[in-house]
């Protein structure tokens, strides 16, 4: 049974517990943010500031596998605002991009369906990183290697959960079994929509699924999740034939020119002789 | 705040571009070598013999910027074996599992097409095999190495096209198509090349490659177009400055329009041999910087 993560951003207060608790459990370094002096400059300069709302990071990276999102929504006329959080991180999706594209079976699927990135095995081709369709994955240049969010793979085959959401005080992070989890998602939604809020779950059907899903009271593309992620590999099959097809016209053209060719170059020698 | 933030691999241009053209010219001349070989006079074998001169050795530069561009280049071999449990590896949905073995097929068969080479001039022999000299298949791992060296110069396109960054994606399905035909034109001017160094670019043989080559670079104009037109808005890049120096003069006016049009009059007329060189290393260097453009467009 696949366990997985279930990400309500209604009750996300962003108070980024989670990027902080991964960074811990996973040993990754930080990227302080700081001012400091930067020369023939005579005022502090800010550095690893995002200057986006509270945001500290931008987005996922090798050293960040969580990262808090923060969306200010400021109506017309500056008199309504709304303040979104969500906290992403990579979503063990069923059908998974970077894992189709790994050449050398570096990225593996675990008996809980999370998605790993095997250190001692991943070459660094970074094949994988374009190949995600959220722009999850990440080449570290500190290990050559592709990093991500292992959904905390050590911790969760020892009868705990993820780090994040052990950190989580509001239970925005919730995990559990993927089934467990939607069944808390569509109670939630119902709720929300009993009140009138337009909620909807996002990774039911995305790439076939996404074992860490959310739980959204706008469209994606507003949380900076893509609107139709497509798992690219599905393109494959189109591609290898139109190139396939492609081939064999080239093959067509050589085959008539050197044969022509040769008929008229006879047929010259005929007139010489 | 981009709402969609597919990263781009960082692929080094001058690894990675490279190596799709060189191994696109290296596979594109083998197969013309092979066509000619199979379906020409057979009197002329000038042709085949430049490309199986060309084919090997510009591949034994392949693995250089390949395995200089990973992360951990002295893994490199875990393309082939799963390094966990010591068995072969191969993933088929991911080009670039695919492409590492049939690089490998690809590789034996220039190899043994460039040694019969040198056996049939004299430049080396076998005394112990000479005898089976006449029994050697040369025929079937010339086929098997020309499917091969399609795979080669398509499934780099292939490759680009099956990841979520937007222009690779949308482009899908022209790239690997578009790459094909230019590793044929880029294979063909690298044998016209090896013909004038060598002084046999004369005969029906040449002309035929000509001929060859008017239709391939029609082609080549036309997936371009097509794929311009699918990118849409994806190819902002390629109208940006480097760009606009390096595909739409450097591959589009000089690489393409250019020579085919030197090659069409000059079915007509005849040129001095200066112009007809320099138009095949226009052709050369049009195909390197297609790969450069293309491959930085999706990655900025
Ligand atoms: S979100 Fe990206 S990195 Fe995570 S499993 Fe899916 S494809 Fe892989
Ligand atoms: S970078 Fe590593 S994990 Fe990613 S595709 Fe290459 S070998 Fe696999």
Redesign the pocket.
């Known amino acids: 049974m696949p366990k997985g993560m279930f990400i309500d951003t209604t009750i996300c207060t962003g108070c980024k517990s989670c990027q902080v608790a991964c960074k811990q459990w996973n040993g990754l370094s930080a990227e302080p943010a700081h001012f400091g002096r930067k020369p023939g400059v005579s005022y502090p300069v800010a550095h690893n500031f995002t200057g986006d709302s509270y945001d500290n990071t931008g987005s996922l990276s090798a050293t960040d596998w969580r990262h808090v999102r923060f969306v200010e929504q400021i109506d017309e006329p500056r008199t309504q605002k709304r303040w979104l959080f969500s906290s992403d991180s990579c979503k063990h999706c069923t059908d998974a991009g970077?894992l189709n594209?790994?050449?050398?079976?570096?990225?593996q699927r675990t008996d809980l369906g999370n998605v790993v990135?095997?250190q001692d095995?991943?070459?660094?081709?970074?094949?994988?990183?374009p190949?995600c369709p959220y722009g999850v994955?990440s080449?570290s240049e500190e290990t050559g290697?592709?990093r991500k969010c292992t959904l905390c793979n050590d911790r969760i085959h020892n009868g705990l959960g993820t780090a994040c959401a052990k950190a989580c005080p509001t239970g925005s992070i919730r995990f559990g079994e993927v089934a467990d989890l939607r069944k808390r998602a569509d109670a939630r939604v119902a709720q929300l929509k009993s009140k009138g809020e337009k909620a909807q779950v996002y990774g039911y059907d995305e790439a076939d699924g996404l074992n860490v899903f959310y739980l959204f009271v706008d469209g994606p593309k507003v949380y900076g999740q893509p609107e139709h992620p497509i798992v690219p590999q599905r393109r494959l099959v189109l591609c290898s034939l139109v190139t396939i097809l492609t081939a064999l016209g080239i093959g067509a053209a050589a085959l008539v020119s050197f044969r022509e060719r040769l008929n008229g170059t006879s047929e010259e020698g005929r007139h010489e002789s | 705040m981009s709402p969609e933030i597919i990263q781009a691999p960082e692929w080094a241009w001058y690894y990675i571009a490279i190596y799709f053209f060189v191994a696109g010219t290296s596979a594109g001349a083998y197969f013309i070598g092979t066509m000619e070989e199979l379906f020409g006079s057979g009197r002329e074998r000038e042709v085949s013999r430049a490309a199986c001169y060309i084919a090997f050795p510009l591949l034994t530069l392949v693995p250089i910027p390949l395995i200089a561009d990973l992360?951990r280049p002295e893994r490199f071999w875990?393309l082939f074996v799963y390094n966990q449990a010591g068995y072969p590896y191969l993933n088929l949905q991911?080009p670039?599992s695919v492409g590492s073995w049939v690089l490998l097929v690809f590789s034996v068969c220039a190899l043994l097409s460039f040694l019969d080479n040198l056996v049939a001039d004299k430049i080396i022999s076998f005394p112990l095999f000479s005898r089976y000299y006449n029994r050697i298949p040369r025929k079937l791992y010339a086929v098997i190495g020309s499917l091969a060296g399609f795979f080669i110069a398509g499934y780099t396109g292939v490759l680009l096209n099956v990841t979520a960054r937007p222009f690779w994606a949308a482009t899908s399905p022209l790239m690997g198509a578009l790459f094909i035909v230019s590793g044929a034109s880029t294979g063909a001017a690298a044998i016209s090349l090896f013909l004038i160094w060598r002084k046999r670019n004369s005969g029906g043989e040449v002309e035929r490659l000509e001929a060859f080559d008017r239709v391939v670079m029609v082609a080549e104009l036309v997936l371009l177009a097509a794929l311009l037109v699918m990118a849409g808005r994806t190819a902002a890049p390629l109208v940006s400055l480097p760009f606009i120096v390096m595909f739409w003069m450097g591959t589009v006016v000089f690489g393409i329009v250019v020579p085919l049009w030197f090659k069409i009059r000059s079915r007509a007329e005849r040129f001095g041999a200066n112009p007809v060189l320099a138009h095949y290393l226009f052709i050369l260097l049009g195909g390197l910087l297609l790969r450069i453009s293309l491959l930085q467009a999706g990655q900025l």
């Open positions: 970077c594209a790994c050449p050398t079976k570096a990225i990135v095997q095995t991943c070459i660094g081709c970074k094949f994988c990183i190949s994955i080449f290697t592709a | 992360g875990h991911s670039m």
